[in-house]
């Protein structure tokens, strides 16, 4: 992915977000938001049994973190629990600037420079902080 | 001006993030050196050269704040760690044994979370009711205002001098004068405003005052509480040790010393003390009325030079103070501030620790830039120019 091309996929999901202030009424809530910024973003989570059948958002963030969340939620709606926590891992793997699975993140590969830019990776890794949290909390 | 001695500034960086705090002159930083290096003793404690120099060059900085401040007795400045240790110095170790349930304590929704929290704390504990002094639509405060919600009742006025997201100047002599006809209590929270204009607390006639070092060219962890001599004497100690007690035997045999030692228990930050000593000589030399006029028509120079802007939105208009507080136009302030880092421009995005604010002006988060005297006409069009361009930074911010 080129940077122009990186850059097309995180403005295009910044400026009309996929599923942002959408309905979510009996939809289980998380709140996800970085102590050392101002990045607070809620998720909203339907379940049916283990898969994860939608996610919608709210709330305020950056650029990184908006378009992080709308690329994760179009990435992870139809996953199950234990794929969604694989797809998890592997982004931090890339965030980190470790080697990852390209085919497995697909659009999210857009973050992969992130991990030389310290005060942004937390913005990349925000949204997916709270669904694992999310995640870990219906499991149990 | 007097950009010469700070060494940062010969580095290409604009820095606009001085309400967060300031950046040190050379002579603070080498004062701090020599006493690490050459005279590195405890204070009051030994009988030997060393310590004496210790203590005199420590003494000394109690002096100048004493007469930076125009305080009346050298007993009335506590050197603590910062603003936000006093200021929970002066609830904790004051009000709390003074205040009873439903007694009021009037702040503005404009304060620092150093002046908000521990209010809160007392009124679960304690019963006491905090509340606020309604903000004019430029977000002041007004005498009239504040006249509408003096109850019986209300004890203590809390308040910033400058606050730190609208940078207005608050009309702290006419509030003392109000509140002391009514028997209340202020205390001036004075972080923004010690370090950029003259404070004379005998003129103001302020209880209580806290401020820190660090945002005015002094060190980090060292602040003052000043307070009326009458007050503080009835000011319990948060912290017992070595230091402040003259004698003790047993639980019922503990004898403090006089203050100000009794408020400063244990080892004190000797280096940052002695430092910031330097820092008050240091803005004499320049003048606090200079820097003030000069801040001032700085800021006016900024502003005349965004209000063109339409993508800009100044929330801050008319304050008189440094502070400049915008966003721009459908970009997430975070974002513009790490646009404009890239050009290394230094400012602050967020709810600049006032996260009760945001229901008196309707924005939660903003860009800050915090003005200092070593800031400059040419830095401000540097900044202007990289905000002109409203699809530069649509490009660039991510």
Known sequence: MTNEES??????????????????????????????????????IKWKDDTIEDITFDGEACAISISST????????????????????????????????????????????????????????LPLKGIEKAILEHLK | MNREDFPLLKEEIIYFDNSATSLKPKCVIDKMVDYYTNYPA???????????????EYEETRELVKDFIHARFLEEIIFTSGTTESLNMIVTGFFEELLEANDEVLITTSEHASNVLPWFRLAN?????????????????????????????????????????????RPIKEICKLAHENNIFVILDGAQMVPHMKVDVED????????????????????????????????????????????????????????????????????????????????????????????????????????PLKHIDIINIESDSGIITFNVANVFSQDVAYYLNKYN??????????????????????VRISLYFYNTYEEIDNLVELLSNYDKIVKEMI
């Open chain 2, 345 to 366: 421009v230094c400012v602050r995005a967020g709810n600049h620790c006032a996260k009760i604010l945001k229901s008196s002006v309707g924005v939660n988060n903003t």
């Open chain 1, 7 to 44: 850059r097309d996929i995180i403005m295009n999901n910044y400026l009309e977000p996929y599923h942002r202030n959408m309905p979510h009424d009996g939809y289980e809530k998380t709140n996800t938001r970085n102590v050392s910024c101002i990045d607070n973003i809620n998720l909203y």
């Open chain 2, 204 to 307: 103001l006639d302020v209880d209580f005052l806290a401020f820190s070092a660090h945002k005015m060219c002094g060190p980090t962890g060292v602040g003052v509480l000043y307070g009326k001599k009458e007050l503080l004497e009835h000011l319990e100690p948060p912290i017992l040790g070595g230091g402040m007690n003259e004698s003790f035997d047993s639980p019922s045999e503990i004898y403090l010393k006089e203050l100000p030692t009794r408020l400063e228990a244990g080892t004190r930050n000797i280096a940052g003390v002695i430092g910031f000593g330097e820092t008050i000589k240091y803005l004499n030399k320049i003048g606090m009325e200079r820097i003030h006029n000069y801040e001032t028509d700085l800021r006016k120079y900024l502003i005349d030079k965004l209000l």
């Open chain 1, 70 to 125: 709308s690329i994760m939620i179009k990435n992870l709606i139809g996953k199950t629990s234990k794929e969604a926590l694989e797809y998890i891992k592997e982004f931090y793997k890339m965030t980190d600037g470790e080697p990852f699975n390209k085919d497995l993140l697909k659009d999210a590969c857009c973050y992969e420079e992130i991990s030389k830019q310290k005060g942004r990776k937390v913005c990349a890794n």
């Open chain 2, 42 to 56: 405890n204070a009051h404690r030994g009988d030997y050269d060393l310590s004496y120099k210790v203590d005199q």
């Open chain 2, 125 to 169: 504990k304690k019963g006491i009711k905090v509340n606020y002094i309604p903000l004019d639509n430029n977000y002041y405060v007004t005498i009239d205002n504040l006249k509408k919600v003096i109850t019986p009742k209300t004890k203590v006025i809390s308040i910033a001098g400058i606050t730190n997201v609208i940078g207005d100047i």
